[in-house]
């Protein structure tokens, strides 16, 4: 069964909206968890590093205030797309990792009208 | 973390074995091989991984060249729903580090 749980799998919005996806260690306590966006067609690119009661690092290029992310617990991280806009329609995949090789959601597509 | 070089894609027979290479001749002594899959609009699946081994599972088997500059994973008997995009990737092992992913290889299994 799954190990890692994502919420939502597929959200459909409007312009302008904030969207929230949750990303949820299950059975096991995760101090990292971490955020991918695919694109389609393209393989997984690492958004940002989620460390549980710190605040999370970011890749090059991603903006920390358009994509927030909030790691409160060590079994639940979420990634907030503030404002989304068109170009944010993406394909956002968590992962975590407790003491088995690292394991992932089924992914959240997102689509900005 | 290591590069590693797969085909962009191959076919498979249903029924056969799916051998799908991988390179990563600059691979360090400390860095394990991993392979993963994604089945389209699905988040990546963890298939396998060893460090000098083969190794052996429920789903396929790993095999690790003695030099370690290369792998290949197996999948003994393919079906239809093997297809995907299969991932090598080889980093150091421990808690925290996350995996960088290539382009992988789109294995078509074909009926």
């Known amino acids: 069964g799954a190990v890692v749980s994502q919420h939502p799998s597929r959200v459909i919005c409007k312009s302008g909206t904030s969207v929230k996806i949750e990303c949820r260690s299950l059975?096991?306590?995760?101090?990292?968890m971490f955020w991918y966006r695919q694109f389609p067609k393209q393989s997984l690119m690492l958004m940002a590093t989620?460390?549980?009661?710190?605040?999370?690092?970011?890749e090059q290029g991603v903006e920390k205030d358009k994509f927030l992310i909030n790691h409160a617990s060590l079994t639940l991280s979420t990634l907030t797309v503030t404002s989304a806009h068109p170009e944010d329609s993406s394909f956002y995949i968590c992962?975590?990792?407790?003491?088995?090789?690292?394991?992932f959601g089924d992914g959240t597509r997102l689509s900005i009208l | 973390d290591a590069k590693t070089t797969q085909p962009p894609s191959m076919d498979c027979a249903e029924g056969r074995a799916a051998n799908l290479p991988c390179n990563h001749s600059?691979?360090?002594?400390?860095?394990?091989v991993y392979w993963y899959r994604q089945i389209h609009s699905q988040g990546p699946q963890y298939i396998i991984h060893?460090?000098?081994n083969n190794e052996t599972n429920e789903m396929a088997s790993l095999i690790i060249t003695e030099d370690r500059k290369s792998s290949t994973l197996i999948l003994p008997h393919a079906t239809l729903r093997d297809t995907a995009v299969y991932y090598c990737?080889?980093?150091?092992?421990?808690?925290?580090?996350?995996?960088?992913f290539g382009p992988g290889t789109r294995l078509s299994v074909l009926p």
């Open positions: 060893g460090l000098k």
């Open positions: 600059t691979i360090s002594g400390n860095e394990y």
């Open positions: 989620s460390n549980e009661g710190s605040k999370a690092t970011y």
């Open positions: 059975d096991f306590q995760a101090t990292t």
């Open positions: 992962s975590a990792r407790g003491d088995q090789p690292q394991h």
């Open positions: 990737i080889v980093r150091v092992g421990g808690y925290g580090q996350n995996f960088v």
